[in-house]
Protein backbone atom coordinates (compact mmCIF):
# COMPACT_ATOMS: atom_id res chain seq x y z
CA UNK A 1 0.00 0.00 0.00
CA UNK A 2 1.53 3.31 -0.95
CA UNK A 3 2.86 5.63 1.77
CA UNK A 4 1.83 3.13 4.66
CA UNK A 5 4.79 2.07 6.95
CA UNK A 6 5.22 -1.64 8.03
CA UNK A 7 7.43 -2.16 11.41
CA UNK A 8 8.65 -5.37 12.54
CA UNK A 9 10.18 -6.64 15.13
CA UNK A 10 11.38 -10.44 16.52
CA UNK A 11 9.43 -12.74 18.39
CA UNK A 12 11.36 -15.38 21.02
CA UNK A 13 9.88 -18.49 21.17
CA UNK A 14 10.18 -21.10 23.59
CA UNK A 15 11.77 -24.37 22.62
CA UNK A 16 7.78 -26.17 23.20
CA UNK A 17 6.34 -23.57 20.46
CA UNK A 18 5.48 -25.04 17.17
CA UNK A 19 6.76 -22.63 14.65
CA UNK A 20 5.60 -22.06 11.04
CA UNK A 21 6.88 -20.24 8.10
CA UNK A 22 4.41 -18.44 6.57
CA UNK A 23 6.41 -16.38 4.03
CA UNK A 24 4.11 -15.43 1.46
CA UNK A 25 1.00 -16.54 2.91
CA UNK A 26 -1.82 -14.01 4.11
CA UNK A 27 -2.96 -15.00 7.20
CA UNK A 28 -7.03 -14.58 8.53
CA UNK A 29 -8.66 -15.38 11.23
CA UNK A 30 -10.68 -18.35 11.73
CA UNK A 31 -13.88 -18.41 9.62
CA UNK A 32 -17.41 -19.15 11.67
CA UNK A 33 -19.39 -21.57 9.78
CA UNK A 34 -23.50 -20.63 11.11
CA UNK A 35 -25.27 -23.63 10.31
CA UNK A 36 -24.28 -27.04 9.87
CA UNK A 37 -25.79 -30.46 10.77
CA UNK A 38 -23.13 -32.10 11.90
CA UNK A 39 -24.43 -35.58 13.17
CA UNK A 40 -25.13 -35.99 9.31
CA UNK A 41 -21.24 -36.20 8.17
CA UNK A 42 -20.87 -39.52 7.77
CA UNK A 43 -23.77 -39.21 5.27
CA UNK A 44 -21.72 -37.75 2.72
CA UNK A 45 -22.23 -38.30 -0.89
CA UNK A 46 -25.74 -40.78 0.01
CA UNK A 47 -27.60 -38.86 -2.27
CA UNK A 48 -25.58 -36.42 -4.76
CA UNK A 49 -28.11 -35.44 -7.39
CA UNK A 50 -31.11 -34.80 -4.75
CA UNK A 51 -32.87 -32.37 -6.33
CA UNK A 52 -35.36 -30.97 -3.94
CA UNK A 53 -35.95 -30.65 -0.13
CA UNK A 54 -38.10 -33.66 0.27
CA UNK A 55 -35.71 -35.93 -0.92
CA UNK A 56 -33.22 -34.94 1.65
CA UNK A 57 -35.90 -34.91 4.41
CA UNK A 58 -36.87 -38.35 3.69
CA UNK A 59 -33.69 -39.80 2.85
CA UNK A 60 -31.94 -38.83 5.97
CA UNK A 61 -34.61 -37.12 8.65
CA UNK A 62 -36.69 -39.88 7.88
CA UNK A 63 -34.41 -43.04 6.84
CA UNK A 64 -31.54 -42.26 8.67
CA UNK A 65 -32.18 -40.57 11.16
CA UNK A 66 -34.31 -42.85 13.12
CA UNK A 67 -31.71 -45.19 13.25
CA UNK A 68 -28.58 -43.56 14.61
CA UNK A 69 -27.18 -44.44 17.71
CA UNK A 70 -25.04 -42.34 20.52
CA UNK A 71 -21.70 -43.24 19.25
CA UNK A 72 -23.41 -42.29 15.90
CA UNK A 73 -23.43 -39.24 16.86
CA UNK A 74 -20.72 -38.45 18.20
CA UNK A 75 -18.71 -39.77 15.12
CA UNK A 76 -20.43 -37.51 13.00
CA UNK A 77 -20.30 -34.19 15.22
CA UNK A 78 -16.65 -35.35 15.45
CA UNK A 79 -15.60 -35.37 11.96
CA UNK A 80 -17.83 -32.21 11.18
CA UNK A 81 -15.73 -30.63 13.56
CA UNK A 82 -12.60 -32.11 12.16
CA UNK A 83 -13.43 -31.34 8.43
CA UNK A 84 -13.86 -27.77 9.56
CA UNK A 85 -10.28 -26.76 11.60
CA UNK A 86 -9.11 -28.55 8.50
CA UNK A 87 -10.63 -26.07 6.40
CA UNK A 88 -9.57 -23.31 8.10
CA UNK A 89 -13.27 -22.82 10.29
CA UNK A 90 -12.45 -22.48 14.18
CA UNK A 91 -16.40 -21.77 14.93
CA UNK A 92 -19.08 -23.79 13.93
CA UNK A 93 -22.91 -23.57 15.13
CA UNK A 94 -24.19 -27.60 15.37
CA UNK A 95 -27.37 -27.23 14.27
CA UNK A 96 -28.18 -30.95 16.36
CA UNK A 97 -31.56 -31.56 15.36
CA UNK A 98 -31.46 -35.30 16.21
CA UNK A 99 -31.49 -34.84 19.41
CA UNK A 100 -33.23 -38.02 20.67
CA UNK A 101 -31.90 -38.58 24.11
CA UNK A 102 -29.79 -37.38 26.66
CA UNK A 103 -27.29 -39.38 25.45
CA UNK A 104 -27.78 -38.58 21.91
CA UNK A 105 -26.60 -34.84 22.95
CA UNK A 106 -24.23 -35.63 25.12
CA UNK A 107 -22.19 -37.52 22.72
CA UNK A 108 -22.32 -34.66 19.95
CA UNK A 109 -21.38 -32.25 22.83
CA UNK A 110 -18.25 -34.41 23.88
CA UNK A 111 -17.58 -34.74 19.92
CA UNK A 112 -17.35 -30.79 19.72
CA UNK A 113 -15.12 -30.95 23.12
CA UNK A 114 -12.72 -33.23 22.21
CA UNK A 115 -11.83 -31.03 18.92
CA UNK A 116 -11.04 -28.14 20.74
CA UNK A 117 -13.07 -25.92 18.50
CA UNK A 118 -15.10 -23.26 19.04
CA UNK A 119 -18.59 -24.41 18.91
CA UNK A 120 -22.33 -23.85 19.61
CA UNK A 121 -24.54 -26.95 20.38
CA UNK A 122 -28.26 -25.91 19.10
CA UNK A 123 -30.09 -28.94 19.94
CA UNK A 124 -33.21 -29.27 18.70
CA UNK A 125 -35.98 -32.36 18.79
CA UNK A 126 -35.76 -35.49 15.79
CA UNK A 127 -38.28 -34.92 12.81
CA UNK A 128 -39.48 -38.77 12.82
CA UNK A 129 -39.19 -41.96 14.83
CA UNK A 130 -38.93 -42.56 18.64
CA UNK A 131 -37.44 -40.79 20.84
CA UNK A 132 -37.42 -39.37 24.21
CA UNK A 133 -39.15 -35.98 24.40
CA UNK A 134 -36.34 -34.57 26.44
CA UNK A 135 -36.15 -31.49 24.57
CA UNK A 136 -35.74 -28.58 24.82
CA UNK A 137 -36.24 -28.93 28.79
CA UNK A 138 -32.47 -31.17 28.48
CA UNK A 139 -30.42 -27.79 27.08
CA UNK A 140 -30.24 -26.64 30.28
CA UNK A 141 -28.46 -29.41 31.77
CA UNK A 142 -26.30 -29.39 28.51
CA UNK A 143 -25.01 -26.43 29.74
CA UNK A 144 -24.84 -26.75 33.14
CA UNK A 145 -22.98 -30.17 32.49
CA UNK A 146 -20.45 -29.15 29.93
CA UNK A 147 -19.43 -25.84 30.99
CA UNK A 148 -16.71 -25.34 28.49
CA UNK A 149 -15.18 -21.39 28.06
CA UNK A 150 -15.41 -22.61 23.79
CA UNK A 151 -18.77 -24.20 24.22
CA UNK A 152 -22.42 -22.67 24.25
CA UNK A 153 -25.72 -23.68 23.74
CA UNK A 154 -28.73 -22.67 22.01
CA UNK A 155 -32.28 -24.28 21.04
CA UNK A 156 -32.76 -24.50 17.61
CA UNK A 157 -36.41 -23.92 15.94
CA UNK A 158 -37.41 -24.02 12.70
CA UNK A 159 -38.67 -21.13 10.51
CA UNK A 160 -42.49 -22.79 9.40
CA UNK A 161 -44.83 -25.18 9.93
CA UNK A 162 -44.22 -26.92 7.13
CA UNK A 163 -40.83 -28.29 7.72
CA UNK A 164 -40.89 -28.54 11.67
CA UNK A 165 -41.98 -32.13 11.79
CA UNK A 166 -45.24 -33.74 12.48
CA UNK A 167 -44.50 -33.61 16.30
CA UNK A 168 -43.85 -30.69 17.90
CA UNK A 169 -43.88 -28.48 21.57
CA UNK A 170 -46.86 -26.20 22.57
CA UNK A 171 -48.07 -24.55 25.70
CA UNK A 172 -50.88 -27.32 25.93
CA UNK A 173 -47.76 -30.31 25.33
CA UNK A 174 -46.77 -31.87 22.31
CA UNK A 175 -48.59 -31.18 19.56
CA UNK A 176 -49.10 -33.66 16.51
CA UNK A 177 -49.42 -31.48 13.31
CA UNK A 178 -51.66 -32.81 10.81
CA UNK A 179 -51.01 -35.34 7.84
CA UNK A 180 -49.25 -38.82 7.68
CA UNK A 181 -46.02 -37.66 8.09
CA UNK A 182 -45.08 -41.23 8.47
CA UNK A 183 -45.63 -42.65 5.06
CA UNK A 184 -45.10 -39.27 3.15
CA UNK A 185 -43.07 -39.71 0.53
CA UNK A 186 -40.38 -37.26 -1.19
CA UNK A 187 -42.92 -35.66 -3.66
CA UNK A 188 -46.08 -35.47 -0.89
CA UNK A 189 -43.07 -33.52 1.07
CA UNK A 190 -42.01 -31.64 -1.60
CA UNK A 191 -45.79 -30.11 -2.40
CA UNK A 192 -46.09 -29.02 1.42
CA UNK A 193 -42.52 -27.14 1.43
CA UNK A 194 -42.66 -23.05 0.49
CA UNK A 195 -41.08 -22.94 -3.29
CA UNK A 196 -37.91 -24.45 -4.33
CA UNK A 197 -35.31 -21.37 -3.89
CA UNK A 198 -32.02 -21.12 -4.17
CA UNK A 199 -31.74 -20.17 -0.27
CA UNK A 200 -33.18 -20.48 2.72
CA UNK A 201 -33.16 -17.32 4.34
CA UNK A 202 -35.05 -18.52 7.54
CA UNK A 203 -32.49 -20.89 8.34
CA UNK A 204 -29.76 -18.22 9.08
CA UNK A 205 -32.32 -17.40 11.83
CA UNK A 206 -33.22 -20.72 13.26
CA UNK A 207 -30.90 -20.66 16.51
CA UNK A 208 -32.65 -17.86 18.52
CA UNK A 209 -33.62 -18.89 21.61
CA UNK A 210 -30.16 -18.60 24.34
CA UNK A 211 -29.59 -20.48 27.38
CA UNK A 212 -27.39 -18.23 29.06
CA UNK A 213 -27.14 -14.12 29.98
Known sequence: MKGAKTRFR?????????????????????FVDTHRHAWETQLRRIMPDVDDLGG?????????????????????????ALTAIDS??????????????????????????????????????????????????????LQKQHDSKLLTFRLATLPTGEIAGPIWPSAGGWHRRPGNWASASASTLSSALPPRRRSWPGSARACS?????
Open 56 to 80: YVTTTLMGYAPAYRPQDMYVGTKLA
Open 88 to 141: GVTTMLDFSHNSRSTAHSDQAVQALLDTGIRGIHAAMGPHFGDWDRQWPADVAR
Open 209 to 213: ARTSP
Open 10 to 30: SLTCGQDVIVLDVSGAIITPG
